[in-house]
Nanobody, 124 residues
Framework: QVTLMESGGGSVQAGGSLRLRCEAF???????MGWFRQPPGKEREGIAY????????TYDDSVKGRFTISRDNAKETVYLQMDSLKPEDTAIYYC??????????????????WGQGTQVTVSS
């Protein structure tokens, strides 16, 4: 069992940056990790995935080239660096952990554990 806790959300103007953190507590294991987001009135969507070793990453087209996922297994922490933020990036952001194997890493069904979420608001 692992507990995930996100932090780093907040309000920023368009073009700005934020860095989200996801800390794992408990049985960190060899989990693959992902970031999802849920915009107001919309379904939760996968935006970034990273394998246990960090050697494989996948991004949704909506964030490719602007967001970077990384992890520090010694600190049991996963990061999402978000640059060139747009108003449409406004959402609650969730991290997720999966025992694997994953299909794409961007599907909800790929994951077993979820954090509580952190709000990101981007103003124009």
């Amino acid at each position: 069992q692992v507990t995930l806790m996100e932090s780093g959300g907040g309000s920023v103007q368009a073009g700005g940056s934020l860095r989200l953190r996801c800390e794992a507590f408990g049985d960190y294991g060899t989990y693959c990790m992902g970031w999802f987001r849920q915009p107001p009135g919309k379904e939760r969507e996968g935006i970034a995935y990273i394998s246990w070793t960090g050697g494989t990453t996948t991004y949704d087209d909506s964030v490719k080239g602007r967001f970077t996922i990384s992890r520090d297994n010694a600190k049991e922490t996963v990061y999402l660096q978000m640059d060139s933020l747009k108003p449409e990036d406004t959402a609650i952001y969730y991290c997720a952990g999966g025992k694997g194997p994953v299909v794409t890493g961007l599907r909800l069904a790929d994951y077993d554990y979820w954090g509580q979420g952190t709000q990101v608001t981007v103003s124009s």
